[in-house]
């Protein structure tokens, strides 16, 4: 059916900036803005400029605000979306933040509000890589790891959206401390910020190596290893890259499998900066996955995908509530 007459507005807050997108029904996106998102400041005062962006972004697009149906907002941190209240999020002055009710004070129209990872793997599930399966697994990999679970249709989040927290599964007994307060998270070894811990310590335990080497040249920049630097130390044929991007594997195999085994997704989709490896990650990780996976794939086979829509993933996923 063509619902190119519909329009929504999606939204993304972050710590550093807030993304605004209008769409149509077809999931169109017709007009971008982004703005900082000022996040010392009271939030009644960045409230106050995410409605304005929004409007902006409807404009932008000619969509009279009358023709807009609804406006939604992804968020970082515990969203309890049936109050419309951001409970806590990390790098944002929200605690308890009753967003859905203020925004709609501003903006006159339904808001609904979910968290971020949450929204993009909707936003996957519904136009990007995930369109074709109705339980998907979205999984992201940036500072820290984000899911985003969609079963038979819908976003799982548990009680008051508090759960999904793909990242704080536990996987290895007192491991690498993690930022929640916990040790061994999966999150603590499959972010990039663990991808690059384990980079250094590679590096110097080989230090004559091709890592090294480029740990070094980071160093001399004033950076430190990346989320890069062992993927292109092993694509320069070097032993000690291949055993960190041979060993980051099997981490993020581990925790993928996990959920797997918890939930039984008919695909998993990868995305954040990592994902940018694109088949030099996914091939090794749908072997080892394939390999771990409770019961083998015979019976209940996954697909093991890249994100398709970027950023555009929150903006379409927040809009489609
Ligand atoms: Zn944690």
């Known amino acids: 059916m063509d619902k190119s007459n519909i329009f929504?507005?999606?939204?993304?807050?972050?710590?550093?900036?807030?993304?605004?997108?209008?769409?149509?029904?077809?999931?169109?996106?017709?007009?971008?803005?982004?703005?900082?998102?000022?996040?010392?400041?009271?939030?009644?005062?960045?409230?106050?400029?995410?409605?304005?962006?929004?409007?902006?972004?409807?404009?932008?697009?000619?969509?009279?605000?009358?023709?807009?149906s609804g406006v939604g907002v992804g968020v970082p941190g515990t969203v309890n979306s049936a109050a419309g209240e951001v409970v806590y999020a990390n790098n944002l002055p929200f605690r308890n933040a009753p967003i859905g009710s203020e925004l709609f004070k501003i903006l006159g129209k339904p808001i609904q509000i979910e968290n971020d990872a949450n929204a993009a793997g909707y936003g996957e599930y519904l136009f990007g890589a995930g369109r074709k399966y109705s339980s998907s697994l979205f999984v992201t990999l940036g500072t820290g790891v984000g899911g985003g679970i969609v079963v038979d249709g819908k976003i799982f989040s548990g009680f008051k959206s508090a759960?999904?927290?793909?990242?704080?599964?536990?996987?290895?007994?007192?491991?690498?401390?993690?930022?929640?307060?916990?040790?061994?998270?999966?999150?603590?070894?499959?972010?990039?910020?663990?991808?690059?811990?384990?980079?250094?310590?590679?590096?110097?335990?080989?230090?004559?190596?091709?890592?090294?080497?480029?740990?070094?040249?980071?160093r001399k920049v004033g950076k430190d290893a990346g989320g890069k630097t062992a993927f292109d130390a092993a694509a320069g044929g070097d032993k000690a890259g291949a055993e960190v991007v041979g060993t980051y594997i099997e981490y993020l195999a581990d925790g993928i499998v996990s959920v797997v085994n918890l939930i039984r997704p008919q695909a998993v989709i990868i995305g954040g900066g990592v994902s940018a490896q694109g088949e030099t990650?996914?091939?090794?990780?749908?072997?080892?996955?394939?390999?771990?996976?409770?019961?083998?794939?015979?019976?209940?086979p996954f697909d093991i995908l890249t994100a398709q829509l970027g950023n555009d993933a929150g903006l379409l996923g927040a809009a489609f509530l």
């Open 8 to 68: 929504k507005i999606g939204l993304d807050i972050g710590g550093t900036a807030v993304k605004a997108g209008a769409a149509d029904g077809n999931g169109k996106i017709l007009a971008k803005a982004s703005i900082e998102t000022g996040a010392q400041r009271p939030y009644m005062a960045i409230f106050r400029d995410v409605a304005a962006v929004a409007r902006r972004v409807a404009a932008d697009a000619g969509i009279p605000w009358d023709n807009v």
């Open 163 to 218: 759960g999904a927290e793909i990242g704080h599964m536990v996987i290895a007994h007192g491991g690498a401390p993690c930022t929640c307060g916990q040790r061994g998270c999966f999150e603590a070894y499959a972010s990039v910020t663990g991808l690059a811990r384990l980079t250094a310590e590679t590096a110097a335990k080989y230090p004559d190596s091709l890592l090294a080497e480029l740990v070094a040249e980071r």
């Open 281 to 300: 990650l996914l091939a090794p990780l749908r072997k080892s996955c394939y390999a771990k996976v409770y019961g083998g794939t015979d019976y209940a």
